[in-house]
Structure formats: structure tokens, C-alpha cells
């Protein structure tokens, strides 16, 4: 969540640079491509970069400019796995094509991070690793989920104990965490700009400014219509999120929309060091609180949702409010930035990728799915589209699945703020029951100290009970 040319310390939402400005050409004459891809997101210009090294003739069309909403609007926290958990995974596609989705997503961290070297696109900044802390006591289950993930996904992890994590985020709000070393973030805004540019030039051509006003998806040959001019594609692939518009209003009314509010705080100094020590990424198990620290010495902080357009502005309060739970230590808090991305949720909780008709391809629902899987997505449908790779069928049992509308929207809102609510009240009750045991053990201590400096012994469950001498005298006297 970094803002254009400006530094991680920014944050998004940076002014756009003179030359990419210049870029913004709208598409104004009728085209006949192989592949026309709709949104320049993350996804979408994956699939564009792939399909132009494969040698297609490649076209991206943007309604407004590259990564203008979410997809320049995150954390850029690259970590593996799914918005639907490892177990409710298995649980509805068996443990061999959960194994096989939870590999693509382990690719898909691996494309980004070879995307973000420097010779590749210099200037993101990359740090390592990600924490994914628990706001309860998960001791036991801590054990068997680094177990799954580890022996049965390959996945390189390590548990964290309560000491450690407290020892480096000192806090007494979070417990144990599952620490994903080969994790890693980056400046997200500039790596979207980036794959834009590796795009241009392997050959696709990027028009910014252009929304598409209909489609014609039936037939060989796809024709899209754009306000100036008018294509016919081989292959179409949709890769917006909710803003596709009236002529995609079916695929777009599969998603939840949800806007995610974050902010880049001022300059902290050494009160930020004493407070966190960990450069990853921090992510909690509840999805309530997500921050990082960036330019040394400030935080990268997204917590509040809604699921309308709130001004990112009036939510300066919520974010203060929420570090200041967190870490109470820092004190009030000065905010530098504040910013907020649209993004589409699914109903169950995985992203939308695969074939839709012949020729036509979807890449969407990626609210909660990371950069990962955006990556592994172009990848999939690149190589459908031009290799006949058939692996976008593990995401078959997720079909398009209508959101509800307006109505789902306020039961999403309904829904997050039970959760939010319930996660708060286990939080609570964790940190009740640990204060309650630490003040147990410190009534003991106190308890053996003052025996002790008495002379007395502790009291013994044997006390009453018949003493040596008089066991023998029973012994020895005869029985009636």
C-alpha cells in the first residue's frame, strides 16, 4: 500500500508521475486482436504479461488508469493460502485438489517474488516474512495446523509461543503465531505499475480511460464495444472487480463489495521500536487488523471495513483508535495518509477463476486472496487460453454464485460486524482467563514465601490421617 514514486513511507495515492499521465491513451480505432483483457489490475495484467511472452497479440482495456482502485491500494503482503480456511478447503474438495490449489497459490508467491527482484522492477522495497497472530489461546490446535501445514502442504512454517510473539509485538493482545518465513511485502502500488510496464514491453498494448460498454461473448470471435471503437477477440477475459459496469452487472453482482480502510501514520521514532521489532507483515486470525512497519519507522496500518463508499478521510479516527488498542504504548498518533480499496468478496470465500463459455475466461474475486493468487491466476488462465494448461478446473466447484445485491451487502456488513464482535468477546475472554491464571500463580508464590519465612510446612492431603506410631499400636493389638 505504497504510494507511485514516492516511497514506502507515503503510502498510496501519491500523485501520478508526468510520463505515466502521457500513457493514459484511450483506445479510439476498431481493433481484431487475439486476447483482450477488461481491467488492468493485478490479474489482469498478469494474464496480459503472459500472453504477450507467448506471443500474443494482446490488448487491456481500462475503464479508468492502472491499478486505480485495489489493486493499487494494499499492503503488499505476499503470503500462501486462500480467504476460505486450509480445513473448510479440504472439506469441500478433498485433501488431493485442496494439496493441489495450496501448491498454485505457493507458485504463485514465487512468480511475484521473482517479479520483484530489482532487475526486474526495481524500487519495491521487499522485506521478509508475515505473522499470522491469534487474538485467543490456540495453543493446541497451534500444533496440528503447523503439522497440516508443514507435513501435508510443504509449506515452510514455524510456531511461534506467547513469549516470542509478546517479545516482539508488545502487546498483550495476541497470543501465538504461525510465522511464514519465505512470506514477504512489497511497494504494491509500484509492482502493479511495473508488471504494467514488463506488459508494454513483451507487446500488449494497455488503453487506459476506455470502459467497456457491452460485450458479445457468444461465437468464435467476442466482440466488445468500447465508446470510441470496437474489437472482436479470440479470447476474452474479464479481470475488473465490481466496478466491471452495466454490460458484466452478472459477474459483478457475484461479489461483496467491501472497501478496506488503512492509513500510513507520521513519523513514530523510537517509540514504534520499542513497540514492534517485527518487519514483516502482521496479520491477525480474525482478518480485523492487518499492519506492517514501512520507511523505518512508521506504520502501514488497515483495519476498518464497510461495505459502502465511505470517505477514507472520515475513518482517520477508527485507525487511531484501533493502534492505540493494539499499542497502547504508542500514545495518540499522528496520521500522514489515509486510503481505502474497493474489493470484491465472494460468497464462498475463493477467488473466481476458469473458463466461462469457450473463449470467454474470468479472473475475479480476489478481496481477502493476496497478490499471490492474483499472480497464480494470470498465470492459470495464460496458459488455458494458449498452452491448453486444464489446471483452472481445481476452481470449477467454485462457480459464479450471486452476492444478493443491496440485500447482501447489508447482511456482509451484519455478518462482519458479528464476527468483529464475536472476535473481540473471545479476545476478551482470552486475556480474562490469562490474567487469571497469572494471578493464581502469584497468590501461590506468595503463599509458599510467607510459609516459608513463618517456618510452617504447607498443609498435606495426609494430615488426618492416622500418625506412624499409632498405626503400629493398631498392628500389634490383637483383634476381638
Same mark, same amino acid.
Given at each position: 500500500?505504497? /504510494? #507511485?514514486?514516492?516511497?514506502?513511507?507515503?503510502?498510496?495515492g501519491g500523485t501520478e508521475s508526468t510520463a505515466a499521465a502521457l500513457q493514459r491513451a484511450g483506445l479510439t480505432v476498431d481493433l481484431d486482436v487475439e486476447v483482450c483483457v477488461v481491467g488492468a489490475g493485478l490479474a489482469g495484467l498478469t494474464v496480459a504479461l503472459e500472453a504477450a511472452r507467448a506471443g500474443a497479440n494482446v490488448v487491456v482495456l481500462e475503464g479508468r488508469h492502472v491499478g486505480w482502485n485495489a489493486s493499487g491500494h494494499h499492503l503488499g503482503t505476499v503470503m500462501p493460502g486462500y480467504a476460505l480456511p486450509l480445513s473448510d478447503l479440504i472439506a469441500r474438495v478433498g485433501f488431493d485438489d485442496a494439496y493441489e490449489l495450496? /501448491?498454485?497459490?505457493?507458485? @504463485?508467491?514465487?512468480?511475484?517474488?521473482?517479479?520483484?527482484? #530489482?532487475?526486474?522492477?526495481?524500487?519495491?522495497?521487499?522485506?521478509?516474512?508475515?505473522?499470522?497472530?491469534?487474538? $485467543?489461546?490456540?495453543?493446541?490446535? =497451534?500444533?496440528?495446523?503447523?503439522?497440516?501445514?508443514?507435513?501435508?502442504? %510443504?509449506?515452510?512454517?514455524?510456531?511461534?509461543?506467547?513469549?516470542?510473539?509478546?517479545?516482539?509485538?508488545?502487546?498483550? &493482545?495476541?497470543?501465538?503465531?504461525?510465522?511464514?518465513?519465505?512470506?514477504?511485502?512489497?511497494?504494491?502500488?509500484?509492482? $502493479?505499475?511495473?508488471?504494467?510496464?514488463? %506488459?508494454?514491453?513483451?507487446?500488449?498494448?494497455?488503453?487506459?480511460?476506455?470502459?467497456?460498454?457491452?460485450?458479445?461473448?457468444?461465437?468464435?470471435?467476442?466482440?466488445?464495444?468500447?465508446?470510441?471503437?470496437? =474489437?472482436?477477440?479470440?479470447?476474452?477475459?474479464?479481470?475488473?472487480?465490481?466496478?466491471?459496469?452495466?454490460?458484466?452487472?452478472?459477474?459483478?453482482?457475484?461479489?461483496?463489495?467491501?472497501?478496506?480502510?488503512?492509513?500510513?501514520?507520521?513519523?513514530? +521514532?523510537?517509540?514504534?521500536?520499542?513497540?514492534?521489532?517485527?518487519?514483516? *507483515?502482521?496479520?491477525?486470525?480474525? +482478518?480485523?487488523?492487518?499492519?506492517?512497519?514501512?520507511?523505518?519507522?512508521?506504520?502501514?496500518?488497515? *483495519?476498518? !471495513?464497510?461495505?459502502?463508499?465511505?470517505?477514507?478521510? &472520515?475513518?482517520?479516527?477508527?485507525?487511531?483508535?484501533?493502534?492505540?488498542?493494539?499499542?497502547?504504548?504508542? @500514545?495518540?498518533? !499522528?496520521?500522514?495518509?489515509?486510503?481505502?480499496?474497493?474489493?470484491?468478496?465472494?460468497?464462498?470465500?475463493?477467488?473466481?477463476?476458469?473458463?466461462? =463459455?469457450?473463449?470467454?475466461?474470468?479472473? *475475479? @474475486?480476489?478481496?481477502?486472496?493476496?497478490?499471490?493468487?492474483?499472480?497464480?491466476?494470470?498465470? =492459470?488462465?495464460?496458459? +488455458?487460453?494458449?498452452?491448453?494448461?486444464? &489446471?483452472? &478446473?481445481?476452481? *470449477?466447484?467454485?462457480?459464479?454464485?450471486?452476492?444478493? +445485491?443491496?440485500?447482501?451487502?447489508?447482511?456482509?456488513y451484519a455478518i462482519g460486524l458479528a464476527e468483529r464482535t464475536r472476535s473481540a468477546a473471545a479476545g476478551s475472554l482470552a486475556r480474562y482467563r490469562e490474567r487469571s491464571r497469572i494471578r493464581a500463580r502469584e497468590k501461590e508464590t506468595r503463599l509458599a514465601e510467607a510459609n516459608r519465612r513463618a517456618g510452617a510446612r504447607?498443609?498435606?492431603?495426609?494430615?488426618?490421617?492416622?500418625?506412624?506410631?499409632?498405626?503400629? #499400636?493398631?498392628?500389634?493389638?490383637?483383634?476381638?
Open positions: 500500500m505504497t /504510494s #507511485e514514486g514516492t516511497g514506502a513511507a507515503d503510502g498510496p495450496w /501448491s498454485l497459490s505457493r507458485a @504463485g508467491l514465487d512468480y511475484v517474488r521473482t517479479h520483484a527482484a #530489482e532487475h526486474v522492477i526495481p524500487g519495491l522495497g521487499l522485506t521478509e516474512g508475515a505473522l499470522e497472530v491469534s487474538n $485467543v489461546d490456540i495453543g493446541d490446535r =497451534l500444533i496440528s495446523r503447523l503439522q497440516m501445514l508443514a507435513e501435508d502442504f %510443504a509449506t515452510e512454517v514455524e510456531g511461534w509461543q506467547v513469549d516470542r510473539v509478546r517479545d516482539t509485538l508488545r502487546t498483550g &493482545r495476541y497470543f501465538h503465531a504461525v510465522h511464514y518465513p519465505r512470506a514477504f511485502q512489497i511497494d504494491g502500488r509500484k509492482y $502493479v505499475h511495473g508488471l504494467a510496464e514488463l %506488459a508494454r514491453n513483451a507487446g500488449a498494448r494497455i488503453f487506459e480511460d476506455t470502459p467497456v460498454v457491452s460485450i458479445d461473448p457468444f461465437g468464435i470471435r467476442k466482440r466488445i464495444v468500447t465508446p470510441k471503437a470496437r =474489437l472482436r477477440a479470440s479470447h476474452l477475459v474479464l479481470a475488473g472487480n465490481i466496478h466491471l459496469g452495466d454490460a458484466l452487472r452478472r459477474l459483478s453482482g457475484t461479489l461483496v463489495p467491501v472497501w478496506r480502510h488503512a492509513a500510513v501514520t507520521a513519523p513514530l +521514532g523510537a517509540r514504534l521500536a520499542e513497540a514492534v521489532t517485527f518487519q514483516g *507483515s502482521v496479520v491477525d486470525t480474525d +482478518g480485523i487488523d492487518h499492519f506492517r512497519i514501512v520507511g523505518g519507522d512508521r506504520l502501514m496500518w488497515a *483495519s476498518p !471495513e464497510t461495505t459502502w463508499d465511505a470517505q477514507s478521510e &472520515r475513518q482517520t479516527g477508527a485507525i487511531c483508535r484501533r493502534i492505540r488498542t493494539i499499542f497502547p504504548q504508542l @500514545g495518540a498518533v !499522528e496520521i500522514a495518509k489515509v486510503f481505502s480499496g474497493a474489493i470484491g468478496q465472494t460468497v464462498h470465500g475463493m477467488p473466481q477463476i476458469g473458463r466461462l =463459455l469457450p473463449g470467454l475466461w474470468v479472473a *475475479s @474475486g480476489f478481496g481477502r486472496q493476496g497478490l499471490s493468487t492474483s499472480a497464480m491466476a494470470g498465470q =492459470l488462465i495464460a496458459g +488455458g487460453m494458449l498452452e491448453g494448461d486444464d &489446471r483452472w &478446473r481445481l476452481f *470449477s466447484p467454485f462457480e459464479l454464485v450471486w452476492a444478493g +445485491g443491496n440485500i447482501g451487502r447489508a447482511a456482509g504447607p498443609p498435606r492431603s495426609a494430615a488426618r490421617q492416622p500418625q506412624p506410631e499409632r498405626l503400629e #499400636e493398631t498392628a500389634d493389638t490383637p483383634s476381638p
